[in-house]
């Protein structure tokens, strides 16, 4: 059984940080492509990073250098540290993987940046 429950969200002011974390069942983090996703209202779901088996990283360009993706494979636990946060990455956030054929998500948390 697969599961991923995302959890850390909640409201910060614009500048401040917040960690997600994606405790993962089911799948070995270590040898999966994690990804996290977000959500905002009244528009469709975006990719936002991802994190390979053999540890690369890649980020939106909207979250280039201020997102950091990170795993710890013996927590089975996926992060997503956010720093230097802005009102428009308010959204959903959902951890997402698909080692196989079937896609995996989390039921999301929600962020929300204050001006």
């Known amino acids: 059984q697969v599961q991923l429950v995302e959890s850390g969200g909640g409201l910060v002011q614009a500048g401040g940080s917040l960690r997600l974390s994606c405790r993962v069942t089911g799948i070995v983090v270590s040898i999966a492509t994690m990804d996290w996703y977000r959500q905002a209202p009244g528009k469709e779901r975006e990719w936002v990073t991802s994190i390979s088996s053999g540890e690369r990283t890649s980020y939106a360009d909207s979250v280039s250098g201020r997102f950091t993706i990170s795993r710890d494979n013996a927590k089975s636990t996926v992060y997503l540290q956010m720093n230097s946060l802005k009102p428009e990455d308010t959204a959903v956030y959902y951890c997402?993987?698909?080692?196989?054929?079937?896609?995996?998500w989390g039921q999301g948390t929600q962020v929300t940046v204050s001006s």
């Open positions: 997402h993987s698909q080692p196989r054929i079937t896609n995996y």
